[in-house]
């Protein structure tokens, strides 16, 4: 299955749909379960071009041609960059996406974004974005959760590690890869070295 073949089936679904399938799972307490406390690894080291999308993100970039495609698209297309996400991450877009539109879409989506996606472990009962993104060395965050994209919540882990939250529309504003490429880089700047995902 391609990206191609998974844009093709979008439900008809709206981005309000969306988080509150996955409030309704994480206020269940659905989420799924990774390593204990002692069995991960000791967090990567904070990169700008390492970055992680909350579930009701990777959910809407699926199911919806808007804001969250249009802001991991220019990620995607940039092999440079890394998508972190752990296993609950991946677990509770998923469950979105499955509760949203369907089992076999949740289940194709999945075998994409494994092949995407760097994994990464999280200790049991973390939040699965902010773990991905503490654990993972991301340096953003993407959501929709208007809780987690708060001034306050922004300021107070950044406290504990180097991340900045954003919606999907205003992470497309910033996002400069050329910039972001000669901060990393000593080469020039190659442009995007991945084609689209609708076209694979």
């Keep these: 299955m391609s990206w191609a073949d998974c844009f093709a089936a979008v439900p008809d679904v709206s981005v309000d749909e969306i ?10 307490g659905d989420a799924g379960s990774d390593a204990d406390e002692g069995a991960v690894r000791e967090p990567a080291e904070p990169s700008p071009t390492r970055i992680v999308a909350d579930a009701d993100v990777l959910a809407a970039d699926v199911c919806l041609d808007g804001e969250a495609r249009g802001a991991l698209e220019p990620v995607y297309r940039h092999s440079w960059t890394t998508l972190v996400a752990s296993d609950p991450l991946i677990e509770d877009a998923a469950a979105v996406i499955e509760s949203v539109a369907d089992r076999s879409l949740a289940a194709d989506w999945r075998d994409c974004i494994d092949d995407w996606r760097e994994p990464v472990d999280q200790p049991a ?14 340096m953003h965050l993407l959501s929709f959760d208007e809780e987690l ?5 922004g300021v107070a882990l ?6 900045s939250i954003r919606q999907p529309d205003a992470f497309t504003l910033l996002f400069d890869p050329e910039s972001l490429y000669a901060s990393e880089r000593t ?3 190659p442009g995007p070295d991945r084609g689209p995902r609708g076209s694979t």
Excluded at 19 to 28: N, P, T, V
Excluded at 125 to 138: N, Q, T
Excluded at 149 to 153: K, R
């Design 187 to 189: 080469d020039a700047y």
């Design 149 to 153: 994209t708060a001034s306050g919540t």
């Design 19 to 28: 988080r509150e399938a996955l409030a309704a799972r994480r206020a269940a």
């Design 125 to 138: 009962g973390d939040h699965p974005a902010v773990a991905s993104a503490y654990r993972g060395g991301a």
């Design 158 to 163: 950044h406290e504990r590690f180097p991340v």
